[in-house]
Nanobody
Framework: IQLVESGGGMVQAGGSLRLSCSAS????????MGWYRQAPGKQRDLVAT???????NYADSVKGRFTISRDGTKNTVYLQMNSLKPEDTAVYYC????????WGQGTQVTVSS
């Protein structure tokens, strides 16, 4: 499974960004897709996941600000990030969990204060 990410960038605190990740070349529905992030010097942490059935899971730090959604027919997952904070600055990685874990190349999100 190849994951192609887009949508990172730089924004001021309080702003919004939308990340996209596509595995459209994979024909079957992927079990679980989501987003993780890794700030400099820190471990990679879960941000949000969504199953093929639509079950959602969010990190406490992003609840109420981030929304994950999915186009199952295209194996594409989105992360709408609102009310961004400087502590959201990180490289965001798309993840697909389908018998094994797959990772995207990562996209930088920088939030300035």
């Amino acid at each position: 499974i190849q994951l192609v990410e887009s949508g990172g960038g730089m924004v001021q605190a309080g702003g919004s960004l939308r990340l996209s990740c596509s595995a459209s070349a994979y024909r079957s529905s992927i079990n679980l897709m989501g987003w993780y992030r890794q700030a400099p010097g820190k471990q990679r942490d879960l941000v949000a996941t969504i199953t093929s059935g639509g079950s959602l899971n969010y990190a406490d730090s992003v609840k109420g600000r981030f929304t994950i959604s999915r186009d199952g027919t295209k194996n594409t997952v989105y992360l709408q990030m609102n009310s961004l904070k400087p502590e959201d600055t990180a490289v965001y990685y798309c993840n697909a969990d389908h018998f094994r874990r797959y990772w995207g190349q990562g996209t930088q999100v920088t939030v300035s204060s």
